[in-house]
Nanobody, 123 residues
Framework: QLQASGGGLVQAGGSLRLSCAAS????????IGWFRQAPGKEREGVSC????????YYADSVKGRLTISSDNAKNTVYLQMNSLKPEDTAVYYC??????????????????WGQGTQVTVSS
């Protein structure tokens, strides 16, 4: 299971940190990512981290503002979100790609989905 938390309501320019805790498996062999879905829009891959070498990847829309990291000892992945914008408003999901050696956000294939956490950014 994947348990996402940390969403909430924040003003534009503010910050949030999302957490994704796994149970029943470990992150060591997989790539972990964050996707989001805004009302009326398709799901969008935001960021992911490779388990093979810890490389991180981001969508262009969030580069420089969001940072993904992992704590394998806690089996948890984080998404630090800074300088939030109203267009970041969405439900955020943590997801697993069974291929831990991905080398781009576009290569991430989400197979296991956690429940989402709502992020709302007010203007």
């Amino acid at each position: 299971q994947l348990q996402a938390s940390g969403g909430g309501l924040v003003q534009a320019g503010g910050s949030l940190r999302l957490s994704c805790a796994a149970s029943g498996f470990t992150f060591d062999d997989y790539a972990i990512g964050w996707f989001r879905q805004a009302p009326g829009k398709e799901r969008e891959g935001v960021s992911c981290i490779s388990s093979s070498d810890g490389s991180t990847y981001y969508a262009d829309s969030v580069k420089g503002r969001l940072t993904i990291s992992s704590d394998n000892a806690k089996n948890t992945v984080y998404l630090q979100m800074n300088s939030l914008k109203p267009e970041d408003t969405a439900v955020y999901y943590c997801v697993v790609d069974l291929d831990g050696t991905i080398d781009a956000m576009s290569a991430f294939v989400p197979l296991w989905w956690g429940q989402g956490t709502q992020v709302t950014v007010s203007s």
